[in-house]
């Protein structure tokens, strides 16, 4: 007799079974067995995190601009209620204000969204690519392409763009960058990225 599960609109039949009698397994395989399926259903536990960040200001006695390093813990919500649980007490459970947090959220994919069908399958971000090969900019050959400090001179610019230019004509030959490339802009969700 066939069984049928459901999965989303697909029916799946499950086959026949020829031998529904399980193999016998010695206790200790069993145990082994029990322990291995405990573990891999076990939550994942959120680590908490140590955020240690800069912030400059002016003080409004003096006017003096001043800078203070302070940390932060945070503990990533382990499930979705946690998670909007959390969000409820941060906006004083006003839909509102609510509405106004996740706004960005929701632009921001939308955007990305929009940018990923824009670069194509076949594309990748510039910012992406250009992460990708910096590196071999203080690699000879390339590193002697350019020789003005960026800043001091405005030949700078056109000597990083024919340095980029040559690492991109090397490293499109080289399948595992491209790969890399590909599989980093096929990951990227930001909407914003530095694109000049």
Known sequence: MKKKKSEGSIAVLDPPVSN?????TSNNESRKEKKMSKEQNAPQVPQA???EKKVKFFDLATFELKEATFKASFTPPATFDEAVSALNSLMGNDAEKM?????PILRDAAIASQKKIAVGENGAPKKIVLD???NYRDIPPFSSIVTTE???SPDWKKQYDVQTV?????VKNVPFIVNAIKAAAALSTASDEDED
Request: glycine content about 4%.
């Open 20 to 24: 529904p009698v399980k193999p016998l």
């Open 49 to 51: 995190e140590e955020i």
């Open 99 to 103: 509405k106004t947090a996740l706004t």
């Open 132 to 134: 990708h090969i910096k």
């Open 150 to 152: 960026k800043g001091k």
């Open 166 to 170: 040559r690492i991109l004509e090397e």
